[in-house]
C-alpha cells in the first residue's frame, strides 16, 4: 500500500511540476482588467469543452494539465460581445495575447455556460465540496456522505473534523436540529445535497459556539414555473447470519419527494422524506478492576423510522422588500432491544466467578416543530439590506428504558427508568449589510435568545421509585449577541476582520436547588488574509476564537444504564471551553493543495471522561485538559486521460491533552496520518463509476486509543437519455473493514473495546425529476433559533 501510495503521490507532483500551461489576460474597452468572466478552453475540431475558468482580480486565467494540441479560448461575459482566441500546445506553455471584451450593442437574452464544477474549490474562509450528482449520493444518508468528505471522520456516532470532536452541522446555514449525529444525519437522505462547506474558521457573522461548521447545501434551481424530484431507495445490508449475533436482514426504505411552485410575486415550496432502516450494533467491552476481569458481550437491534418535513412561502412584494414564512420539523421513533452477557474471571487463574445477562428495551420517540417568520429589506442595488428573523421552536423528547438484570433462571431484578425532556425557545436576529464601494463592505447583527429546558427522569425498582436516582432538572438560558464585521479587497489581497460579543446568563435548579446560576460576557474576534501569489496560486492566513458551550441535557445531573455495572451521567457544573483557531492555506487554481492549522482549547470537555466506583464504571462531562491539535495537509488530483479524474488527499494529525485527573498528570501526545480519495471513471455517455474510502492510522481521541481503520465504497450510475431518470447501484464498506477498535488504560482504569456497526450494505436508488427544471431556486436562509437547536440532544 505505501508503494502504491508513493507512486501515486510522485505522478501528482510531476502532474504539477510538467504540466502544459495556457495562460492570458482580459480587458475590457478602457484596458481596465476584468473580474468574473467566464473563460473556456475548447477543442478546435469539435469545439468539445475541455476546462473552464473564470478571470481573477487582474483579470487573469489559466489552464494547466493541458495535452498537445489545437484549442480556441472563449470569453463570455454578461453585457459584452464573445471574443475568441485560436492556439496551439505542443510541449510548450502558450501566452495568449491580451483578449479585449467589447460591450454588446443591444440587451442580452440568457447566456448559459454548461461545464464541470472540481470537486474541491478553496474560498477564502471555507472549503466546498462539490457532490451533486455524485453516484455516491444515491441512496445515502446525509452521514454516509459526510463519511466520504475530505478529512472527516464519523466515531462512535461523532463527526470529526482533522482530529477535532467540536463540528457543528448546519443545513443550507442553519444549524442542526441535534447534537445526537447518528439521530439528524441518519434520519436525512442525502439525494438533494449539492455542496458541502467545511469552515473550519468562522467568522464573526456566525455564532461563537462551537469549532469547525461543515455546511449542507441543498440542491438548487432556476426560472418560473414549477418542479419537483421523487426517489425511492431500496437497500439490503450485506453480511454473512451467524457472525456478531446476525440472525436476520436488515434492510431500509427511504422515499422523498419535493416540490416548488413560483408565479409573480408568490413561491410556493415544500418536501418530505421518510426513512426506515432496521441495523444491528455489536460491541465488546473488557475491563481489569483489582483481581478481576469483567467481559461485556453487547447485541442490539434498532428500528427507526423517521419523517422529516419542509414548507414555507415567500412573498416578493416588490423590489426591496421580500417576506417569508417557514414551518419545519420532524416525527423520529427507534425501538432497539439490547442483550448485554457480562461475566466475571478471576485474573490469576482464568475461572469464571459469575455471570448474568442484562436485557434493555429502548423506545425513544421526539417530535420538533419550529416557524419562522423572516423580513429582508433591500434598500438600493447596491447590496445593502437588512434581514429580520424570528423564530419559535419545540422538541419533545420521551424516553423509556426497561432494564432486566437475570442472575439465573429464578432471580430476576426489572428496573424501569423513563425521561420527558421538553425543550422550547424563541430568538430574534437582525443583520444589516452595507457595502461601501465593490470592493469593501461591513456588517452588523444582533441576536437575542431564550430558552426553557425542563428535565424529568423517574427510576423505578420494579414498581417503586427510586428518589435517589430520579431527578427534576429545570434549566433556563438568555443569550445576547452584537457582531460587526469588515471585508477589503485592495489588488491581490483581501481581508476579512470581525469582531463578535456574546453574554450568557444561565440558571438551573434540580428538585428546588439551584445547582447553577451564571452571568458573563465573552469576546470572539477573527481575521481572514488571502494574497493572490500568481495566476494559479493563492494563499490565506485565518484566525478565530470560538466557544463550546455544554449541551443542555450533558448538564442534566440524571443517571442512564447501559446494564447494572455502567452507567452515564451529566454534570451541572461544566465551563463553556475556549479555543483560539490559526490556519495557513495554499491554493493552486482555487483548489486546495497544501494547509497547516493549529488549535489550542482551554478547559476542554472531555464528554466521556471514565471513573470507577468499586466494580461500577461510569463517564461523565468534564472539563478537564488543555487540548493542542496540530494539522498538516496535502491534497492532489487524480486525473488520468479524459474519463478518469478525481482527487487524493493525506493529513498528518498531532493531538495532544494534558489534564490532572484521579489523582495522576494526564499528558498524552499521539500523532495518526488519513488518506482519502474518490475517483470516478466515465466510460461511456451517461455512465459513471465511482470508487472512494478512507484510511486512518492509530489515533487519540480523549482518554481513548483507537487503532486504525477505513473504508472503501463503489457506486455505479445510469443517467437515460432524457437526463431526468437516474438509477444508482451503490456498495457501502465493501471490505467490511469500517470496525472500531480501542483501548482505554490510565490510573485504576483498563478498558478495551471492539464495536462493529451495520455499515456493509446493498442500495439501488431510483430518481425522477419533473416539471420544469429551470425553477427560481427557493430562497435559502438561516434561521433565528439555529445555534439553540444545535444544542438539543434528542437522543
Same mark, same amino acid.
Not at 637 to 664: E, R, T, V
Given at each position: 500500500?505505501?508503494?502504491?501510495l508513493a ?6 507532483i510531476?502532474q504539477l511540476?510538467h504540466a502544459q ?6 480587458t475590457?474597452e478602457?484596458n481596465k ?6 473563460v473556456l478552453?475548447?477543442?478546435?475540431k469539435?469545439?468539445?469543452l475541455?476546462s473552464?475558468a473564470?478571470?481573477?482580480?487582474? /483579470?487573469?486565467?489559466s ?6 494540441g489545437?484549442?480556441?479560448?472563449l470569453?463570455?461575459?454578461l453585457?459584452?460581445?464573445k471574443a475568441?482566441?485560436k492556439i496551439?500546445l505542443?510541449?510548450n !506553455? ?11 450593442a443591444f440587451?442580452l ?8 464544477k472540481?470537486?474541491l474549490?478553496?474560498r ?5 465540496v462539490n457532490?451533486e450528482n455524485?453516484p455516491?449520493?444515491?441512496?445515502s ?8 468528505v475530505p478529512?472527516?471522520?464519523?466515531? @462512535?456516532d461523532?463527526v470529526?473534523?482533522?482530529?477535532k470532536?467540536?463540528v ?10 441535534y447534537?445526537d449525529?447518528?439521530?439528524?444525519l441518519?434520519?436525512?437522505?442525502a439525494?438533494?445535497?449539492e455542496?458541502?462547506e467545511?469552515?473550519?474558521n468562522?467568522?464573526?457573522k456566525?455564532?461563537a459556539? %462551537? ?9 438548487k434551481?432556476a ?9 425511492l431507495t431500496? /437497500? ?11 440472525d436476520?436482514s436488515?434492510n ?7 416540490l416548488?411552485?413560483r ?8 418536501s418530505?422524506?421518510y ?5 444491528f450494533?455489536?460491541?465488546e467491552?473488557d475491563?481489569i478492576?483489582g483481581p478481576?476481569? $469483567?467481559?461485556?458481550?453487547n447485541k ?10 419542509r414548507?414555507g412561502?415567500?412573498?416578493y412584494?416588490d423590489?426591496?422588500? !421580500?417576506?417569508g414564512i417557514l414551518?419545519?420539523?420532524s416525527?423520529?421513533?427507534r425501538?432497539?432491544d ?8 478471576n ?6 466467578v459469575?455471570? $448474568?445477562n442484562?436485557?434493555?428495551n429502548k423506545?425513544?420517540t421526539? @417530535?420538533n416543530?419550529?416557524a419562522d417568520?423572516?423580513w ?16 419559535y421552536?419545540?422538541? %419533545? ?7 432486566? #438484570?437475570q442472575?439465573s433462571?429464578?432471580?430476576t431484578?426489572l ?5 420527558n425532556n421538553?425543550?422550547?425557545f424563541? =430568538?430574534l436576529?437582525?443583520?444589516?449589510t452595507?457595502?461601501i464601494?465593490?470592493?469593501?463592505k461591513?456588517?452588523?447583527g444582533i441576536?437575542s435568545?431564550f430558552a426553557?429546558i ?6 423505578k425498582?420494579?414498581?417503586v =421509585? ?5 431527578t427534576?432538572f429545570?434549566?433556563s438560558e438568555n443569550?445576547?449577541?452584537?457582531y460587526?464585521?469588515f471585508?477589503?479587497?485592495i489588488k491581490?489581497?483581501?481581508?476579512i476582520?470581525g469582531?463578535r460579543?456574546?453574554?450568557t446568563?444561565?440558571k ?5 436547588v439551584?445547582?447553577l446560576?451564571?452571568?458573563y ?8 488574509? !488571502? ?5 494559479d496560486f493563492?494563499?490565506g492566513?485565518?484566525y478565530s476564537?470560538?466557544?463550546r458551550r455544554?449541551?443542555?441535557?450533558q448538564?442534566n445531573?440524571f443517571v442512564?444504564y447501559?446494564?447494572s455495572?455502567?452507567y452515564?451521567?451529566?454534570n451541572?457544573l461544566i465551563?463553556p471551553?475556549v479555543?483560539?483557531?490559526?490556519k495557513?492555506t ?7 493543495? =497544501?494547509s ?6 482551554k478547559?476542554i470537555? $472531555?464528554n466521556?471522561a471514565p471513573k470507577q466506583d468499586?466494580?461500577?464504571t461510569y463517564t ?14 496535502v491534497?492532489?488530483?487524480l486525473n488520468?486521460?479524459?474519463k478518469?479524474?478525481g ?5 498528518l494529525?498531532l493531538n495532544?491533552?494534558k ?7 494526564y499528558n498524552r501526545?499521539v500523532?495518526n496520518w488519513?488518506?482519502y480519495?474518490q475517483?470516478a ?11 472512494s474510502?478512507?484510511?486512518? #492510522? ?11 481503520f477505513g473504508n472503501?465504497?463503489?457506486?455505479i450510475?445510469? #443517467?437515460f ?9 451503490n456498495?457501502?464498506?465493501v471490505?467490511f473493514s469500517?470496525?472500531?477498535r480501542?483501548l482505554?488504560?490510565?490510573q485504576?482504569?483498563n478498558v478495551g473495546?471492539?464495536n462493529i456497526e451495520?455499515s456493509r450494505?446493498?442500495?439501488?436508488t ?9 425553477l427560481k ?10 445555534t439553540?437547536?444545535g ?5
Amino acid at each position: 500500500m505505501k508503494n502504491g501510495l508513493a507512486f501515486v503521490v510522485s505522478v501528482c507532483i510531476c502532474q504539477l511540476l510538467h504540466a502544459q500551461t495556457i495562460t492570458g489576460k482580459i480587458t475590457d474597452e478602457k484596458n481596465k482588467p476584468v473580474k468574473g468572466a467566464v473563460v473556456l478552453l475548447r477543442q478546435q475540431k469539435d469545439s468539445a469543452l475541455v476546462s473552464s475558468a473564470l478571470s481573477t482580480e487582474n /483579470g487573469s486565467y489559466s489552464f494547466a494539465n493541458i495535452r498537445n494540441g489545437n484549442y480556441y479560448v472563449l470569453i463570455e461575459m454578461l453585457g459584452y460581445q464573445k471574443a475568441n482566441n485560436k492556439i496551439s500546445l505542443a510541449d510548450n !506553455t502558450v501566452s495568449v495575447p491580451d483578449m479585449k471584451l467589447v460591450p454588446q450593442a443591444f440587451s442580452l437574452g440568457e447566456v448559459t455556460v454548461t461545464s464541470t464544477k472540481p470537486f474541491l474549490e478553496q474560498r477564502a474562509d471555507k472549503l466546498v465540496v462539490n457532490v451533486e450528482n455524485s453516484p455516491t449520493a444515491a441512496g445515502s444518508t446525509a452521514l454516509e456522505i459526510l463519511q466520504k468528505v475530505p478529512g472527516v471522520m464519523v466515531t @462512535n456516532d461523532q463527526v470529526k473534523l482533522a482530529g477535532k470532536s467540536d463540528v457543528n452541522i448546519m443545513i443550507d446555514g442553519k444549524l442542526s436540529q441535534y447534537t445526537d449525529m447518528s439521530v439528524l444525519l441518519s434520519s436525512m437522505g442525502a439525494s438533494n445535497i449539492e455542496k458541502i462547506e467545511l469552515i473550519t474558521n468562522p467568522g464573526a457573522k456566525y455564532d461563537a459556539t %462551537g469549532g469547525a461548521m461543515i455546511n449542507i447545501i441543498l440542491k438548487k434551481n432556476a426560472n418560473l414555473g414549477t418542479n419537483g424530484t421523487a426517489s425511492l431507495t431500496l /437497500g439490503t445490508s450485506l453480511y454473512k447470519k451467524g457472525e456478531f449475533g446476525i440472525d436476520k436482514s436488515y434492510n431500509r426504505l427511504i422515499p422523498s419527494l419535493s416540490l416548488n411552485h413560483r408565479k409573480g410575486k408568490i413561491n410556493v415550496y415544500g418536501s418530505v422524506s421518510y426513512v426506515y432502516r432496521n441495523s444491528f450494533d455489536y460491541g465488546e467491552y473488557d475491563r481489569i478492576i483489582g483481581p478481576n476481569r $469483567f467481559l461485556q458481550i453487547n447485541k442490539e437491534d434498532n428500528s427507526r423510522n423517521s419523517v422529516n418535513y419542509r414548507a414555507g412561502i415567500d412573498l416578493y412584494a416588490d423590489k426591496k422588500n !421580500t417576506f417569508g414564512i417557514l414551518i419545519r420539523g420532524s416525527d423520529f421513533s427507534r425501538l432497539s432491544d439490547a442483550l448485554n452477557l457480562t461475566q466475571q474471571f478471576n485474573v490469576a487463574s482464568g475461572n469464571v466467578v459469575s455471570e $448474568f445477562n442484562t436485557l434493555n428495551n429502548k423506545n425513544n420517540t421526539n @417530535n420538533n416543530f419550529a416557524a419562522d417568520i423572516n423580513w429582508k429589506h433591500t434598500f438600493d442595488s447596491t447590496g445593502r439590506d437588512l434581514n429580520i428573523d424570528f423564530d419559535y421552536s419545540r422538541f %419533545g423528547i420521551r424516553n423509556a428504558n426497561d432494564i432486566v #438484570t437475570q442472575l439465573s433462571s429464578s432471580n430476576t431484578y426489572l428496573q424501569n427508568q423513563f425521561v420527558n425532556n421538553p425543550v422550547r425557545f424563541g =430568538v430574534l436576529k437582525i443583520d444589516y449589510t452595507n457595502p461601501i464601494s465593490k470592493d469593501a463592505k461591513f456588517e452588523l447583527g444582533i441576536k437575542s435568545s431564550f430558552a426553557t429546558i425542563d428535565n424529568y427522569l423517574t427510576f423505578k425498582k420494579g414498581s417503586v =421509585v427510586d428518589p435517589s436516582r430520579s431527578t427534576d432538572f429545570e434549566y433556563s438560558e438568555n443569550l445576547n449577541a452584537v457582531y460587526g464585521s469588515f471585508q477589503q479587497k485592495i489588488k491581490k489581497w483581501e481581508f476579512i476582520g470581525g469582531l463578535r460579543a456574546e453574554q450568557t446568563i444561565a440558571k438551573g435548579t434540580n428538585i428546588g436547588v439551584r445547582v447553577l446560576d451564571r452571568n458573563y460576557w465573552q469576546l470572539f474576534p477573527s481575521l481572514f488574509i !488571502t494574497r493572490q501569489v500568481s495566476a494559479d496560486f493563492s494563499t490565506g492566513l485565518q484566525y478565530s476564537r470560538r466557544v463550546r458551550r455544554p449541551g443542555y441535557q450533558q448538564q442534566n445531573p440524571f443517571v442512564q444504564y447501559i446494564d447494572s455495572l455502567t452507567y452515564t451521567k451529566g454534570n451541572p457544573l461544566i465551563r463553556p471551553q475556549v479555543s483560539d483557531v490559526f490556519k495557513w492555506t495554499l491554493s493552486y487554481q482555487n483548489q486546495p493543495f =497544501v494547509s497547516i492549522s493549529y488549535n489550542k482549547t482551554k478547559d476542554i470537555i $472531555f464528554n466521556d471522561a471514565p471513573k470507577q466506583d468499586g466494580n461500577l464504571t461510569y463517564t461523565t462531562p468534564e472539563n478537564l485538559a488543555a487540548f493542542d491539535n496540530l494539522v498538516f495537509e496535502v491534497n492532489f488530483p487524480l486525473n488520468f486521460g479524459k474519463k478518469i479524474s478525481g482527487y487524493g488527499g493525506n493529513q498528518l494529525i498531532l493531538n495532544h491533552y494534558k489534564a490532572d485527573y484521579l489523582g495522576g498528570l494526564y499528558n498524552r501526545s499521539v500523532w495518526n496520518w488519513q488518506a482519502y480519495w474518490q475517483v470516478a471513471y466515465k466510460p461511456a455517455t451517461g455512465w459513471n463509476i465511482e470508487v472512494s474510502g478512507f484510511y486512518t #492510522t492509530k489515533f487519540l481521541d480523549e482518554f481513548i486509543d483507537v487503532n486504525e481503520f477505513g473504508n472503501i465504497n463503489l457506486a455505479i450510475q445510469r #443517467t437515460f437519455k432524457d437526463k431526468k431518470t437516474r438509477l444508482t447501484l451503490n456498495v457501502n464498506d465493501v471490505l467490511f473493514s469500517q470496525k472500531m477498535r480501542g483501548l482505554i488504560k490510565y490510573q485504576d482504569i483498563n478498558v478495551g473495546f471492539r464495536n462493529i456497526e451495520d455499515s456493509r450494505n446493498l442500495r439501488l436508488t431510483l430518481s425522477y425529476s419533473f416539471g420544469n427544471q429551470k425553477l427560481k431556486a427557493v430562497r435559502n436562509r438561516s434561521t433565528g433559533s439555529d445555534t439553540e437547536a444545535g444544542r438539543v440532544n434528542t437522543n
